[in-house]
Structure formats: structure tokens, C-alpha cells
């Protein structure tokens, strides 16, 4: 039996001034499963993720998000509600060290004078973020360093060990393993592993089709802004997603193309 | 739920620790203390050429020229203070020194007329430092709106505001001096905490000067004047709360990538109107000092300290594109500015000279910095 | 020399004052501009000395004071003031006895007579100086002023010991002329008296105190200050007074506005030095009355004189008087 989905997006509309980015556009997310949007470039997935994400209101269309209509304005009410978006810039303060980046914006203090001096916790911050990084099985050999001189890998983690001490509910990856190297690449695959076993589904954007099919368990792809399909991962191949993504196949369509 | 599985727990290892050499970690450590390599330097060049040139009775090293040097950072090192918070966010203030002038007049005309209505001097000094701060504060807080809430870039709108707290300033003193403070109000700017007497019939009288006259005065040293404590005071609590709180981690947040702030959910706005209030407040502290010490409000007394506290500010390794820097080097880039002035001053050299090694150690400063960073992208790279 | 130019300002005012119900007459159609150095006591005092000169001729004046001291805050006033077309008569205190010139003959060549006061340019002397376009000269001698600061701080040192000059900037006729005075009369008169140095503190109090301050590190038994304005002698002052040796060296400010005298009281300073700044303005607007009615024989040069108040005097009415008042 299924279960509820965690993320419902339906008949999801965006326009911007007289271009349809995204055209009626539905889909559900359940717990535990990573499912990874493709499409060209200007296909309409990132215009999809910034409305789950709160960054844009949609122009039509509702998302509801644990069997709840939302209405994001900006992307700390995303945050709240636990939808975590890591994006291809990483969105880390370069300058702050690993904790100070995991617990940024909610950072926890010690409490003197009946909270008139209240200095940062960084022993409780740091321990808590050695621990978040070990259930990730993640590594990073000094955490008290500006993470600028950590490896892109290593950065990606602390963004993924943010968002799941945190709790995310629902996890938004854009490119997760872009400018990485192949070691690299492969740990983070492992992690969204992880964060499927620990329940917490995934949206996965990415142009690397291995990747998906390595990750994913199921794939939608869109085409000038509509889902032109969805599939189960098991149930379809690299050759055919190519075709959906450029357009030549389109399950929308009665028929396909003649050949 | 899915425990982790500790067979998988094949610690995977990212990319291998980076090294560094030993040379680089010289060389990076060096870079760091630089400034106060330099502060150091300094002081010996002095203290040795001094007696050398003004005569062997001329020492650079005594407790009254330390704390000569000390009084006179106090405005450079408030006026920087604020600014140093305000740059590692990734602003800039230039309307403190006006902000200073204007604090001034304010807290002098309000301190003169809470004394003629009645009030006691030591309350009416208070009520004169609470419309220095709440003055001055109020402009930092416009300052902080425009910038946080309209978009305007800092530069311009301190810019703007420097004029018109100007204007105000010259508005509202009278012939740009406010007199008539009431007697006693010299003392709270220029007494001190403890008083030293010496050689003969001397010794330490803390918190009351002691009752002595001619010949003696002159072997009295004030040590710790007042308004050196107050800026004690506020620089331990400023450097405090830059190291170890919220609101000094958001500030570095915010100066790194404040992108990164926003969305990690750090009401930035709010923040850099904080921002600006406390830079004007300190800026407000420093006039409030200045009133004090010389018994009048001046209109004219902050407008020259502006380039100085921001040189003192880049000198001590603050990043003019935000995100790093501390305070400790902002007080050793204030030393130096006043350790020149003095040093000089005591070498017979004309002070001007001051402002090329000012100017000097400013470019060396912000080379340093740049290659501190190629030293780092070397390490990275390698 | 200096008597006949003394007897001439005499005479042009007994003229100027003497036909004063005349010339108001013929005046109505004359417009003075004055234009200060930068807005302090000192040039207000002297706005009254205008004011009331102006008054009594019926003489229009157009006032604009610069918010700071420096060329150029007040070349674009002097040029808007030009601008207007309706000024007869300039009196001015050029910032600069230089960089000023320029200016100032662009608004001779818009048919503006310039009498200068306070500050001079050139070299001062209107008759055979380098710069002779002005019409007068009235000020202190302020040559002359840093020698009676000098005997008044050798009187107060007994004749004998080290003195330090602080001042603001260089190349202002004012305080330039104050120093050269000093050193001369300390240099001719007092063989036992040592000028150690001069400082120049940009306007800055904080400054002033800090080179004060480390001058006395330098020279320990500096014997005396000459602070050539007010804010030069209030820092070199609170410095003396810190360093315990209040009363000790004596500090002399030039200028008695009511903050010097408010320090003099204070015992930071020991010696103020008075100009007569109302004279100044009173008399160059009648000069200019004079010069328009076509008296031809207007000394180029007046001096107003000086007052010197110490701490005994000061309550003296006949003294007191020369406290810069201004009203609130």
C-alpha cells in the first residue's frame, strides 16, 4: 500500500510576463524516494523547484506539502515547513567554519545572567555537527576551519548533513554533483542513499543520466515546461529518457511521431 | 527508520587533507601578526631613536606617553570599532566622524540643560551620554533602513547622511561651539582611575586624585583616564560580542555570502540596521568623550577622523569585501596612527610625515591581504 | 609708518561717520557682499561690526559664511556671490593669501572692489606688494600679534625657558603672520628664551593635544605654549593641564572668544590675546561708504589693535569688552 504523498504539486502553472515557464504541472513525492526531474536546459525544472522552494509564487496551480496547501513568499517559509534545497552554489557561508554553517540562523547559545550574556555554544554546535557528519559517514578532518578550504565534496556534505540535522522533510538537490570529481561524485550518491533510508525523499535535478538511473527511483521528465512523462527508473532506459528529453517522445500526445 | 548500516561505514574519504608547507606556514603565520610586527617595530624604532635625537633625558617607553597614546587612539578606535563590524558585513560607514561632531553638540547641549534645570553633574552627564548614543544611534538607524530596506548601496547613502548630519550639527551648536557646560565636566573627560605618583612622597591613589600641588603634579600620572576605560569597556564588550555571539556570527554570515544568510534564515535586514546603529553609536560614544575631555561641544571635532579610523580599520587586516577580520587588528591599526603621531612629534620630524607611513602601511596592508590569498590558492591548487 | 596709517583710518572713519546723514543718501544704491573665512565667533563679532556700520550708512550687505575654512568652500561662494551682478563691494577674509588671488581679481574684473579683512593676500601690503589690487587692508597686525603673545608669555615665564608653538595650517596669513611674530620678538628680546619646535594640528583638537602632549615628553621643562587659535591653545592647553603642570606652562590663546575665556577661567589657558573684530567689519564698510561718496585717500593698510586678558582682568568691564560677544 502507498502512502500519503509528502509533496503533492498539482496542475502547477508559472508564467513571466508572456512565457509560460511551466505549464500544468503535476507530480507527487513519497516518503523514502528520490525522484529525479530531467530535461533540457530551459525545460522548466528549475522554474518547478523555485515554487516548491518558495523563491517564486505560482501563477496557477496549488502545492501541498504533508496533505497541506501552502503558500510560500520567500524561501525561509519552505525552510521551516522542512523542505531543504541545496543548490548548485551551495548557499554556504564560505568564511563561516562546518558548524558554524550548520547551524546557521539557528544557532544555539549558552544562556548567563538570566540571558543577558548569551555567548554561542560552539562545544554543543560542534559536537552535534561531528555527530550529524558520522551518521552520514562523512569525514572532514578539521571542522573548525573556514570551509573555503574544504574540497567541493566535502562542502556538498555540509549542506547535506545541515539539511538532515535539521530534519528536512523533503530534500531539493540541483545539480548535486556538478565541479566534482568522480570519488567525489560517488559519496554524494551515497548520501542521497542515505537520506533515502532514513525516509526523507529527494528531488533530484541533474543532467548526468548514469547518475539517475544509479540514484532514482523514478524519473519525470519535462519539456518546454510539461511533463512530457514518468516512469519508473526499472522501466526505462537511457535512450528513451534522451528521446523524451529532446522532444521526439511525448506521452502526452495520442501518438507518438512517426518515425 | 533505517539505522545506519555499519557494515556500509567504508568511511569514504574525500579528497586527502591539504598540507602545507613548512615556508607557507611561516610565511601565513607572519602574514597574520604582521601589523602587530609592525606596531612593534615601530616602537622600537622610537624607542631608540628618541633619546638618540632629543636627548638621552627623552624616553618613548613611560607610563604618561603610553597613556598620551592611549587618549588619543580613543576616538580613531571608536570611530573604527563600529566600522569594523559594519566592513566585515560587507558595508561601509562613512558618516561617522559627522556622526562624532554631531554627537558632540547634542550630548553637550542636552547635559547643559539637564544641569541648569536642577539636575545633579554626575546625572546630568549620564543624560548627556544617553542623547549621544540615542542620537547618534537614531542616524544609524536611517543609515541602516535606506541601505536594508530601500536597496541603496552604503556608500552613498553614509555619504548622504554624513551631510546632513553635518548640517544638523552646525545647525544646532552655537557657532559651531556649545560653552557653558557647568564646571566638573572637565574632570569626568580627563581625570582618571588611578593616579601615580613619582619618587618621593609618591605611590598609587586609585579613583581620587590626589590632593597635591606644584612641583609634585608634575610627577603625577594619570593612568586609565576615563574615557580610556569607557573605551575599554566598550571594545572588550564589542570584541565579545564579535567573537562569541549570534549577532557577530551573522555578521561574518552576512559579509561571506549573504545569499547564504538570507536563505539559511538570518533576518539580514534587521541585521544590517543593527549594523549601522551600532556604528553610529560608538561613533556617538566617541563624541560624548570628546565633549567631555575638552568641557564643549564641538561641530567640527569627528570631520578629520574618518579617513584615519578606516585606515586603522584595513591596517589591522579588515577585508574591504566583507567576511573576514577582527577587532584586535583594528586596536593595533589605531596604535600605530597614534604611535606615529607621537613618535614623531618627539623626534622633532614634522607630523605630516605621519600621514605617508599612514598611507604607506594602508597599501601594504591590503597587499598583504591579497597575498595571503594567493598563498592560499597556491596550498589549494597544489 | 604704522601711525599715519593709523591717522588715516581715523580720519576716513570721522569722514565716513561725520557725513554718514549725507552719504546715506547717495548710498542707497550700493550693495556690499561679505564673506568671511568660516563661521566661528570671531567673523560673527565682525558680521555685527558690518551690521551696524551698515545700518547707520544705510548700506545693503549680503552675507554668506562658509561652513569650513579652505579655498575650496569659499571660491564657489565668492563666485556665486560675483555671479549675482548687484555687489559693489567685497569684504572678504581670503582663506588663503595665494591660492586666493585668482579668484579675487575675477571679481575685480566684474567691477567688485575688494577690501580685505582679517586675512590679507600677498604679502599685505597693498601699496608696493606683490598683490595691490585690493582696496585695504583691515586686520590685526597679526605679525604684531605674535609678539605681544610673545612678550605676555615671556612675562608670564619670568624671561627664561623653552617655548612650543601649536598651530592649524600653513600658508594662512593669519596664524603664519602670529608664529613669525612670536619667533621674532622671542629671537630679539628674550636671548634666554628657546622656541623648540612648531607643530601644525589641521584643525584638529585631538591632535593638538597629542602634539602638545608628546612635546612635553620631548622637552620636560617646556617652560610655555603659544596656541595660535583657539583650538590650538584649548588642545595644547588640556595637555599642560593632564600632564600635571597646569599653571606651570603657561599657554596663551590667541583669540578671546567666550570658550577661551570659559578655559582661561579653567586655568587651561593663562593668557588670552583679544582682537577687534567688530572694529574690522565696522570699519570696512566704512571704507567702502568712503571709497563710493570718492574719498580717494583710504590707507591700504589698518590695524585694529589687541587686548590681552589674563585671569586678573578679565572681570575688568574696560576688558571685557573685547570678549567676543555673539549674540545667541
Redesign the interface.
Known amino acids: 500500500m502507498q502512502d500519503d504523498p509528502i509533496l503533492s504539486i498539482r496542475n502547477l502553472t508559472k508564467k513571466f510576463g508572456g512565457l509560460t515557464a511551466v505549464d500544468d504541472f503535476s507530480l507527487d513525492v513519497f516518503p523514502g524516494e528520490v525522484v529525479a526531474l530531467l530535461g533540457d536546459n530551459g525545460a522548466g525544472k528549475s522554474t518547478v523547484i523555485k515554487c516548491v522552494s518558495g523563491v517564486h509564487t505560482p501563477s496557477a496551480g496549488a502545492i501541498s506539502f504533508e496533505g497541506e496547501v501552502v503558500h510560500f513568499s520567500r524561501p525561509i517559509d519552505a525552510r521551516t515547513k522542512g523542505i531543504e534545497t541545496i543548490y548548485q552554489d551551495l548557499a554556504l557561508a564560505n568564511n563561516l567554519d562546518v558548524p558554524g554553517n550548520v547551524f546557521l540562523g539557528r544557532e544555539v547559545e549558552k544562556r548567563y545572567l538570566g540571558g543577558l550574556i548569551r555567548p554561542l555554544d560552539n562545544k554543543f554546535m560542534l559536537s552535534e555537527t561531528q555527530q550529524a557528519l558520522s551518521t552520514l559517514h562523512v569525514e572532514i578532518p578539521s571542522l573548525q576551519v573556514p570551509i573555503e578550504t574544504l574540497s567541493g565534496g566535502q562542502r556538498q556534505a555540509v549542506a547535506i548533513a545541515r539539511a538532515v540535522y535539521w530534519e528536512a522533510r523533503l530534500m531539493i538537490m540541483d545539480e548535486p554533483t556538478n565541479n566534482l570529481g568522480v570519488p567525489e561524485q560517488k559519496k554524494v550518491l551515497e548520501l542521497i542513499n542515505k537520506l533515502r533510508e532514513r525516509g526523507v525523499p529527494v528531488i533530484l535535478i541533474s543532467h548526468t543520466l548514469p547518475e539517475v538511473f544509479a540514484v532514482s527511483d523514478r524519473l519525470v521528465v519535462m519539456h518546454r515546461g510539461r511533463k512530457v512523462t514518468e516512469k519508473k527508473v526499472s522501466q526505462t532506459n537511457s535512450e528513451e529518457v534522451v528521446q523524451y528529453m529532446v522532444g521526439a517522445l511525448d506521452d502526452t500526445r495520442q501518438t507518438a511521431p512517426a518515425e | 527508520m533505517a539505522q545506519p548500516d555499519p557494515e556500509a561505514a567504508a568511511k569514504a574519504e574525500f579528497a586527502a587533507p591539504k598540507t602545507r608547507s613548512t615556508t607557507d606556514q611561516i610565511i601565513l603565520s607572519i602574514i597574520q601578526v604582521w601589523a602587530g610586527v609592525f606596531l612593534a617595530i615601530l616602537i622600537l624604532v622610537f624607542v631608540i631613536s ?1 633619546p638618540l635625537v ?1 636627548g638621552s ?4 617607553l ?1 607610563v ?2 603610553s597613556q ?1 597614546i592611549l ?2 587612539i580613543t ?1 580613531i578606535l571608536l570611530l573604527g570599532l563600529g566600522q569594523t563590524f559594519v566592513i566585515i558585513s560587507g558595508g561601509i560607514d562613512l558618516s561617522v566622524g559627522w556622526v562624532m561632531s554631531f554627537a558632540s553638540v547634542i550630548s553637550a547641549l542636552a547635559l547643559r540643560e539637564a544641569y541648569n534645570a536642577g539636575l545633579a553633574l554626575p546625572l546630568a552627564v549620564v543624560v548627556g551620554f544617553g542623547t549621544a548614543v540615542i542620537g547618534s544611534g537614531f542616524v544609524g538607524f536611517l543609515n541602516g533602513v535606506i541601505i536594508a530596506k530601500l536597496k541603496v548601496p552604503p556608500f552613498i547613502v553614509t555619504l548622504g547622511m554624513s551631510f546632513i548630519v ?2 544638523a550639527a ?1 545647525l544646532m551648536s ?4 556649545v ?2 557646560l557647568p ?1 566638573g565636566v ?1 574632570d569626568y573627560g ?1 581625570e582618571s582611575l588611578l593616579y601615580f605618583i613619582r619618587g618621593e612622597g609618591g605611590g598609587f591613589y586609585f579613583f581620587t586624585k590626589p590632593e597635591i600641588s ?1 612641583e ?5 600620572d ?1 593612568i586609565i ?1 576615563y574615557p580610556v576605560l569607557v573605551t575599554v569597556i566598550v571594545v572588550a564588550i564589542s570584541i565579545f560580542v564579535l567573537r562569541r555571539t549570534k549577532f557577530g556570527r551573522h555578521t561574518y554570515a552576512i559579509g561571506g555570502n549573504r545569499e547564504a544568510a538570507v536563505r539559511a534564515g538570518v533576518p539580514v535586514d534587521r541585521h544590517i540596521i543593527k549594523l549601522y546603529m551600532l556604528s553610529a553609536a560608538t561613533a556617538g560614544i566617541a563624541g560624548f568623550l ?1 565633549m567631555l ?4 561641544g ?1 561641530a ?2 569627528g ?3 574618518l579617513l584615519s579610523s578606516i585606515a586603522a580599520v584595513i591596517i589591522g587586516g579588515v577585508s574591504l569585501f566583507g567576511g573576514s577580520g577582527s577587532l584586535v587588528g583594528t586596536v593595533i591599526g589605531s596604535l600605530i596612527i ?1 604611535v606615529l ?3 614623531l ?2 623626534l ?1 620630524v ?3 610625515w605621519q600621514f605617508i607611513v599612514v598611507g604607506a602601511v594602508v597599501i601594504l596592508a591590503v597587499l598583504i591581504d591579497q597575498s595571503r590569498d594567493m598563498i592560499k590558492n597556491k596550498i589549494e591548487t597544489r | 609708518m604704522r601711525k599715519l596709517t593709523k591717522l588715516g583710518a581715523v580720519a576716513a572713519l570721522t569722514v565716513a561717520l561725520s557725513s554718514g546723514a549725507a552719504l546715506s543718501q547717495e548710498m542707497d544704491g550700493i550693495t556690499i557682499g561679505f564673506l568671511p573665512g568660516v ?3 570671531f567673523y ?1 563679532v565682525m558680521e555685527l561690526g558690518v551690521n551696524a556700520a551698515a545700518a547707520e550708512l544705510g548700506i545693503t550687505v549680503i552675507t554668506q559664511i562658509p ?2 575654512w579652505g579655498v575650496e568652500v569659499q571660491t564657489p561662494i565668492l563666485d556665486a556671490m560675483v555671479a549675482r551682478g548687484d555687489i559693489d563691494y567685497l569684504v572678504i577674509a581670503p582663506t588663503d593669501k595665494d591660492q586666493m588671488v585668482g579668484p579675487l581679481q575675477n571679481a575685480l574684473e566684474a567691477g567688485i572692489k575688494i577690501i580685505t579683512v582679517d586675512t590679507f593676500l600677498g604679502d599685505g601690503d597693498y601699496a608696493d606688494g606683490p598683490v595691490t589690487f585690493p582696496l585695504s587692508y583691515i586686520g590685526s597686525d597679526n605679525v604684531e600679534g605674535g609678539r605681544i603673545s610673545a612678550r605676555g608669555l615671556a612675562k608670564a615665564i619670568g624671561g627664561e625657558g623653552k617655548v612650543y608653538i601649536n598651530s592649524t595650517n600653513p600658508n594662512v596669513s593669519s596664524v603664519e603672520g602670529r608664529a613669525i611674530g612670536f619667533n621674532e620678538v622671542m629671537d630679539n628680546e628674550y636671548p634666554d628664551i628657546e622656541v ?2 612648531l ?2 594640528n ?6 593638538a ?3 602638545t ?3 612635553l ?4 621643562d617646556l617652560a610655555g605654549v603659544f596656541g595660535t587659535n583657539v583650538f590650538s591653545a ?2 595644547a592647553g ?2 599642560v ?6 599653571g ?1 606652562v603657561q599657554v596663551v590663546a590667541y583669540d578671546a ?3 577661551a575665556i ?2 582661561l577661567r ?1 586655568g587651561v589657558v593663562s593668557l588670552v590675546l583679544a582682537q577687534k573684530p567688530f572694529d574690522m567689519g565696522y570699519l570696512a564698510v566704512s571704507f567702502a561708504a568712503a571709497d563710493a561718496a570718492g574719498v580717494t585717500s583710504l590707507p591700504v593698510r589698518v590695524e585694529t589693535g589687541f587686548a590681552i586678558i589674563d585671569i586678573d582682568n578679565v572681570d575688568d568691564p574696560e576688558v571685557a569688552r573685547f570678549i567676543y560677544q ?1 549674540p ?1
Request: net charge neutral.
Open positions: 628618541i632629543s633625558s627623552v624616553s618613548f613611560t604618561r606617553n598620551n587618549v588619543a576616538p553635518r548640517g552646525l552655537e557657532n559651531t561651539t560653552i557653558g564646571r572637565r580627563n606644584g609634585m603634579l608634575r610627577r603625577m594619570r583616564s570628546s575631555r575638552f568641557t564643549a564641538s567640527v571635532i570631520d578629520p577622523l597614534a603621531t607621537t613618535g612629534v618627539m622633532n614634522q607630523s605630516f | 563661521v566661528d565667533p560673527q561652513p569650513t623648540i619646535g607643530d601644525f589641521l584643525d584638529d583638537m585631538n591632535t593635544v597629542q602634539q602632549a608628546a612635546t615628553e620631548r622637552v620636560p584649548q588642545g588640556t595637555a593641564v593632564n600632564a600635571g603642570l597646569g606651570a572668544t567666550k570658550f570659559e578655559q579653567e555673539v545667541e
